[in-house]
């Protein structure tokens, strides 16, 4: 039987040949700046509707609006690409700024429509979105209509823009440079290794604790070492932000955040509350680990820790394979879909030097293709990554036969579908163990999940908000942000550890994008969210596959609320939703707990 071999280094050549040097990128983004100018010419011309008559009109700017995005969003995730794969490609760093520069321009020529958009009668307004033209476009266009109303005039808003790429963003470019530049030298069996961050990240989970120890001190050393850098770039990005909020009347820094994930306050509140009031069980989960360790309490730096040596390893085409068997047990489209991935080098996993750390997914709208970006070592917690990247690029794809207008998705919604695949997976591997320290690994592997959702997301959720609130009064100080930081953790894992992570805040790239405010609880959203819907796929088996691809095609046209209404019949605004997701994730936990008392 021949064996498949699935590429571990992702093709971007069949996109852009040549990298950074790009010939082909170049003329796409000269075409970019020359399609922008007519485009900026024609927005300046567009009038405000006066009636029905105008629905015309309004689609052709939709459309060419439509077309200039597509354009835009292929270059500049390419050079996204290109960053994460090398931190030290200086010529992706200059084109990630054209980019960025070109975005802005967009973004003031889309803010004009909005606010022309918001001008329009609200009679007029109602008889253009019976037109079968924008009919369609309904849920999308009435958001735009309510954004403009929450924004500064045009012309602020447009300074505002302009003023954000070397200021604002500008300051997230510097994190990414300054991560970039690190590196730690660690002894890994025998062997002193120099590693990047994203590399040295990984070992959290070795089986070694004096690695695992090591790895987290020269971490430690190098966030303390930049410490000041990092906290100026913290604070740059929240006082922009803050500044910006100001002027625009904002009072809740969470206003943006829970705007752009289409949900209420409520539905936050109701779901933090869930969390706060079932969290024993998985300190218990911390303290059993402990003991399993030979500690007396669980340190930062072991809370990733395998509790047994016979966490199984999986070769990159193993775990790709694994993947694809579980996925072909939910849905044939799910399954093919994700080999078309591996088959034709969507995937960038090679463990080398100089990538940045973490994973994600981007989409490429011109090619209608996905880029998936992780760092591959073998664990099951890296096969579930893939499943979760890859879910990623699946809701994109179910997506396919929508209006691209319509694919604007917030990101609590796009947790779901990624949740959902990486639950499919680890489920799986619990269920397909040969041996109880198996099961116990894969079981753990499971609950690491939950406390990283319910504590360790809800420890960021407590710093961010405490943070904006006092940088509402000025610049928040190197130790005071430390002393957030170890609040927070203290409070979010609920006393469950014996040490915490002060620089985490230092260390942890959501704290520092600027596109999406708040990148935290939407995880945790997520992950409950996709737990109703997993429940209802294992009801109906493979028959799910429809309406699942039916949920996902409505994610980015109705609010969250009315989304869980509609596929679930559920009320997210009630506790009552997520103490129902919280109560499978708890019997993982006293499953694990079981297991590992149960000495012989």
């Not at 590429?7 to 075409?31: A, C, I, Q, T, Y």
């Not at 953790?489 to 006393?495: K, S």
């Given at each position: 039987?021949?064996?498949?071999?699935?590429?571990?280094?992702?093709?971007?050549?069949?996109?852009?040949?040549?990298?950074?040097?790009?010939?082909?990128?170049?003329?796409?983004?000269?075409?970019?700046v020359t399609k922008l100018e007519t485009f900026e010419e024609h927005v300046q011309k567009f009038e405000v509707p006066t009636s029905k008559e105008d629905a015309s009109k309004v689609f052709e700017l939709l459309e060419e609006m439509n077309h200039m995005m597509r354009h835009l969003s292929q270059s500049g995730a390419f050079i996204g690409c290109l960053?994460?794969?090398?931190?030290?490609?200086?010529?992706?760093?200059?084109?990630?700024?054209?980019?960025?520069?070109?975005?802005?321009?967009?973004?003031?020529?889309?803010?004009?429509?909005?606010?022309?958009?918001?001008?329009?009668?609200?009679?007029?307004?109602?008889?253009?979105?019976?037109?079968?033209?924008?009919?369609?476009?309904?849920?999308?266009?009435?958001?735009?209509?309510?954004?403009?109303?929450?924004?500064?005039?045009?012309?602020?808003?447009?300074?505002?823009?302009?003023?954000?790429?070397?200021?604002?963003?500008?300051?997230?470019?510097?994190?990414?440079?300054?991560?970039?530049?690190?590196?730690?030298?660690?002894?890994?069996?025998?062997?002193?290794?120099?590693?990047?961050?994203?590399?040295?990240?990984?070992?959290?989970?070795?089986?070694?604790?004096?690695?695992?120890?090591?790895?987290?001190?020269?971490?430690?050393?190098?966030?303390?070492?930049?410490?000041?850098?990092?906290?100026?770039?913290?604070?740059?990005?929240?006082?922009?932000?803050?500044?910006?909020?100001?002027?625009?009347?904002?009072?809740?820094?969470?206003?943006?955040?829970?705007?752009?994930?289409?949900?209420?306050?409520?539905?936050?509140?109701?779901?933090?509350?869930?969390?706060?009031?079932?969290?024993?069980?998985?300190?218990?989960?911390?303290?059993?680990?402990?003991?399993?360790?030979?500690?007396?309490?669980?340190?930062?730096?072991?809370?990733?820790?395998?509790?047994?040596?016979?966490?199984?390893?999986?070769?990159?085409?193993?775990?790709?394979?694994?993947?694809?068997?579980?996925?072909?047990?939910?849905?044939?489209?799910?399954?093919?879909?994700?080999?078309?991935?591996?088959?034709?080098?969507?995937?960038?996993?090679?463990?080398?030097?100089?990538?940045?750390?973490?994973?994600?997914?981007?989409?490429?709208?011109?090619?209608?293709?996905?880029?998936?970006?992780?760092?591959?070592?073998?664990?099951?917690?890296?096969?579930?990554?893939?499943?979760?990247?890859?879910?990623?690029?699946?809701?994109?794809?179910?997506?396919?036969?929508?209006?691209?207008?319509?694919?604007?998705?917030?990101?609590?919604?796009?947790?779901?579908?990624?949740?959902?695949?990486?639950?499919?997976?680890?489920?799986?591997?619990?269920?397909?163990?040969?041996?109880?320290?198996?099961?116990?690994?894969?079981?753990?592997?499971?609950?690491?999940?939950?406390?990283?959702?319910?504590?360790?997301?809800?420890?960021?959720?407590?710093?961010?908000?405490?943070?904006?609130?006092?940088?509402?009064?000025?610049?928040?100080?190197?130790?005071?942000?430390?002393?957030?930081?170890?609040?927070?953790?203290?409070?979010?894992?609920?006393?469950?550890?014996?040490?915490?992570?002060?620089?985490?805040?230092?260390?942890?790239?959501?704290?520092?994008?600027?596109?999406?405010?708040?990148?935290?609880?939407?995880?945790?959203?997520?992950?409950?969210?996709?737990?109703?819907?997993?429940?209802?796929?294992?009801?109906?088996?493979?028959?799910?596959?429809?309406?699942?691809?039916?949920?996902?095609?409505?994610?980015?046209?109705?609010?969250?609320?009315?989304?869980?209404?509609?596929?679930?019949?559920?009320?997210?605004?009630?506790?009552?939703?997520?103490?129902?997701?919280?109560?499978?994730?708890?019997?993982?936990?006293?499953?694990?707990?079981?297991?590992?008392?149960?000495?012989?």
């Open positions: 039987m021949m064996t498949v071999h699935y590429p571990e280094v992702w093709d971007l050549d069949s996109l852009f040949p040549g990298g950074s040097d790009s010939r082909k990128l170049r003329v796409h983004m000269n075409e970019s960053m994460a794969q090398n931190t030290q490609d200086k010529k992706a760093g200059i084109l990630e700024s054209e980019a960025a520069s070109l975005s802005a321009r967009f973004q003031n020529s889309f803010q004009k429509i909005q606010q022309d958009l918001s001008k329009t009668d609200d009679t007029v307004w109602e008889e253009l979105l019976t037109k079968d033209l924008l009919h369609k476009f309904t849920f999308i266009l009435n958001e735009w209509r309510e954004e403009a109303k929450m924004l500064l005039s045009e012309k602020e808003e447009s300074l505002i823009t302009a003023l954000s790429i070397d200021g604002y963003h500008g300051w997230s470019q510097l994190y990414d440079m300054l991560v970039g530049e690190i590196s730690v030298t660690v002894t890994v069996e025998g062997e002193k290794k120099t590693l990047s961050v994203g590399q040295a990240n990984n070992l959290s989970s070795h089986k070694d604790a004096t690695v695992r120890k090591e790895s987290y001190e020269k971490l430690e050393e190098a966030w303390t070492e930049k410490e000041e850098f990092f906290a100026k770039t913290l604070n740059s990005i929240g006082g922009f932000r803050l500044e910006t909020y100001k002027k625009r009347g904002w009072g809740n820094p969470l206003q943006e955040p829970l705007h752009i994930n289409r949900m209420k306050q409520e539905t936050l509140d109701a779901m933090w509350g869930a969390i706060s009031k079932n969290k024993q069980p998985f300190v218990d989960y911390l303290n059993q680990k402990a003991q399993l360790l030979g500690k007396d309490g669980l340190d930062w730096y072991d809370v990733d820790a395998p509790v047994t040596e016979s966490t199984q390893q999986f070769t990159y085409q193993e775990g790709a394979e694994f993947i694809l068997e579980q996925f072909g047990k939910f849905g044939p489209e799910l399954a093919q879909f994700s080999k078309h991935a591996f088959e034709n080098g969507w995937i960038e996993a090679e463990d080398r030097p100089n990538k940045r750390p973490g994973g994600f997914c981007t989409g490429l709208p011109l090619s209608e293709e996905s880029r998936i970006f992780m760092t591959y070592s073998g664990s099951m917690s890296n096969v579930a990554t893939l499943a979760h990247e890859l879910g990623h690029a699946f809701h994109s794809y179910a997506l396919r036969p929508v209006h691209s207008l319509n694919r604007s998705y917030a990101m609590n919604v796009a947790e779901t579908a990624s949740t959902f695949a990486e639950m499919i997976v680890a489920d799986a591997a619990v269920k397909n163990a040969q041996s109880k320290d198996e099961k116990i690994a894969l079981l753990e592997d499971k609950v690491q999940r939950s406390v990283a959702f319910f504590m360790n997301i809800h420890s960021r959720f407590l710093f961010e908000t405490r943070f904006y609130e006092e940088r509402k009064n000025g610049v928040v100080p190197v130790a005071r942000l430390n002393e957030l930081m170890e609040e927070a953790q203290n409070e979010g894992f609920a006393g469950g550890l014996a040490s915490t992570h002060p620089h985490f805040w230092a260390s942890k790239l959501h704290f520092y994008i600027t596109y999406v405010p708040f990148y935290n609880f939407p995880y945790t959203f997520g992950y409950l969210f996709s737990l109703s819907v997993y429940a209802k796929a294992l009801e109906e088996g493979s028959s799910f596959e429809e309406k699942y691809m039916a949920l996902l095609r409505d994610t980015a046209i109705m609010s969250a609320e009315d989304l869980a209404m509609k596929h679930l019949g559920e009320d997210i605004t009630q506790q009552a939703f997520w103490e129902k997701g919280i109560a499978l994730c708890v019997q993982d936990a006293e499953e694990f707990i079981s297991l590992t008392s149960e000495e012989a």
